[in-house]
């Protein structure tokens, strides 16, 4: 199975993420999931946030082009069809099982 493209993520979109769970009460976990992102880098911005350097994450990073983010967002999109096509191979697989 093919790995899901990293994100590359924006400064108001971190600041969102830590807004979220700081503010709104959310856990970490279900912040993670609402947005799509590893647990792991949610908990590093909130460490780095209460450190009070969260502008600081991504600065080395250089920008993708258009056609990098067409195609990380498209590889993202093809490993999640994949996904529901094995589950529903699996699903009308036990249907047709349970039918004789």
């Known amino acids: 199975m093919e ?3 990293r994100g590359v993520y924006t400064q108001k979109f971190r600041e969102q993420a830590v807004k979220l769970v700081q503010v709104e009460g959310v856990g970490i976990a279900e912040a993670s999931r609402r947005l799509s992102l590893p647990v792991g880098s949610l908990k590093k911005w909130l460490l780095t946030a209460r450190a009070g350097k969260l502008g600081e994450i991504g600065k080395s990073q250089k920008p993708l082009t258009d ?3 067409e195609l990380a967002r498209t590889k993202k999109e ?8 094995d589950l529903l191979k699996k699903c009308a697989a036990y249907f047709a099982k ?3």
């Open 78 to 85: 093809l490993a999640e069809v994949k996904l529901e096509r």
């Open 67 to 69: 056609l990098e983010l």
């Open 3 to 5: 790995r899901i493209p």
């Open 98 to 100: 349970e039918s004789r």
